[in-house]
């Protein structure tokens, strides 16, 4: 057991690097079907176009939403707006149409270049690969492997030669192929004619379940190629036989390492790439976003700096009314006050001129008719306080709180009338200055 562990290790070691490491480009499997892995990547292309249809589709309608509900606006905007600032509202809203137009024709374009994809991709499927193209390289190396099994009786070392010369005319550099030549002529025998002969068609066998179906695959195909002298090798056949059928196993697994690994990558590819387009996506969604936001900011600022220039000039026009009508206010009250000094000064003059006529010609028909117009209109004005006393008593005598009212009003009157005389004298002093 701890000899074939040794063996493994060599083998492992002294294959070249890019095998060890199951690159697309050294895959040793023919008979891997291609079209599952092709299905698949068309179906999660698919998946993915479909998605992106499905996103972008959204967007142009939340876009359409968007510019709809921008004209509802203008438009109850605009009703209710005069001629200026429905011109600075209709800028505003053509700047916003222009860029939600821009925006959904950006989106329209980029629907129909996915819909032009997916259409392609269901018509025409995947493009061929690296490693199907590598596949079939490997397929045309059959023939000349089958033509090197008839000349394996008579010149193994040529078969061996021939062989290696196959494998780096598709695997790589003479370095590479040494390394795997060092490998397989450690456990090659004296005579191994008919185990190399076998081995050219083990290769494009289907994998055996374990050790004696691979050996019974061997003999089989060295008597199809019709080698019936198997009992000529001896125990030497046998025992090379088995040691390559080991190394014929430990490639298998090399090679379903290689495809897990393979498939592994393709996985990661996808979800990588599904996981890029997604970021970039919400990147440029992210980005749009940002842009309408400061669009939206500048036209607010805009709007706002108009406004403000606007609230400034009417303040302005306000404070000049302001000014003008307390200057006509002012105006109007000097010359109301200039009127009244001149009807004094003229009052003054009349005064003076009575008072030097009384001293000159003292009348008693005058004063007798001074005396009666001062009675009769002692009389005037007693009866209109009656007649209004009167008006006013019948309603004020409905309650108590009237009554009594009307006792202090009475009161306050037969006051007045008593000092009638001091009343007259400080009027006349009032009118008539000393």
């Not at 079907?33 to 967007?59: C, R």
């Not at 404070?319 to 307390?326: M, S």
């Not at 005037?380 to 209004?388: D, E, H, M, P």
Request: hydrophobic share 35%; aromatic share 6%.
């Amino acid at each position: 057991m701890r000899g074939m562990v040794e063996r493994h290790d060599m083998n492992t070691l002294s294959l070249p690097l890019n095998i060890r490491r199951g690159g697309s480009d050294t895959n040793l499997n023919f008979d891997v079907p291609d079209g599952i892995l092709d299905f698949h990547k068309v179906k999660l292309s698919a998946d993915s176009l479909k998605q992106k249809i499905l996103k972008v589709t959204e967007q142009i309608r939340i876009e359409q939403t968007s510019r709809d509900g921008n004209v509802a606006e203008y438009l109850k905007l605009v009703n209710s707006a005069d001629k200026q600032q429905a011109g600075r509202i209709k800028q505003v809203f053509e700047k916003k149409n222009q860029k939600s137009a821009q925006s959904i024709a950006q989106l329209q374009k980029k629907l129909e270049q996915y819909h032009r994809k997916l259409r392609e991709l269901e018509q025409n499927g995947t493009p061929r690969s690296s490693k199907d193209i590598a596949k079939d390289n490997l397929k045309d190396i059959q023939p000349s492997l089958k033509d090197a099994q008839a000349k394996a009786r008579t010149a193994p070392h040529s078969l061996e030669s021939e062989f290696a010369n196959l494998i780096r005319n598709k695997f790589g550099s003479a370095d590479n192929i040494a390394h795997l030549r060092n490998s397989l002529e450690e456990f090659r025998p004296e005579a191994s004619a008919r185990a190399y002969g076998g081995s050219a068609t083990i290769v494009n066998k289907p994998k055996y379940g374990s050790d004696d179906e691979c050996s019974s695959g061997t003999s089989g195909s060295a008597d199809s190629n019709g080698n019936q002298s198997f009992g000529a090798g001896g125990a030497g056949t046998l025992d090379s036989q088995g040691k390559l059928t080991a190394i014929l196993e430990e490639l298998r697994e090399i090679k379903d390492t290689q495809a897990q690994l393979a498939e592994d990558i393709e996985a990661l590819k996808v979800q990588f790439k599904r996981e890029y387009g997604f970021i970039s996506q919400t990147l440029q969604e992210e980005t749009y976003r940002y842009e309408r936001l400061e669009d939206q900011l500048h036209d607010l600022t805009d709007l706002h700096q108009h406004e403000t220039a606007n609230l400034k000039q009417e303040l302005a026009s306000i404070e000049e009314k302001v000014a003008y009508q307390a200057y006509e206010r002012s105006r109007d009250i000097q010359e109301a006050l200039e009127s009244c000094q001149t009807r004094i000064s003229k009052l003054e003059l009349h005064q003076q001129e009575q008072q030097a006529l009384q001293s000159d010609t003292v009348n008693a028909k005058v004063l007798l008719g001074k005396c009666i117009n001062v009675v009769l209109a002692f009389m005037t004005v007693i009866l209109v306080c009656v007649s209004t006393i009167a008006k006013f008593i019948s309603p004020m005598m409905k309650s108590r709180f009237h009554i009594l009212g009307t006792f202090f009003a009475v009161t306050l009157l037969a006051i007045f009338c008593k000092n009638w005389d001091h009343i007259l004298c400080a009027i006349e002093r009032i009118i008539i200055p000393r």
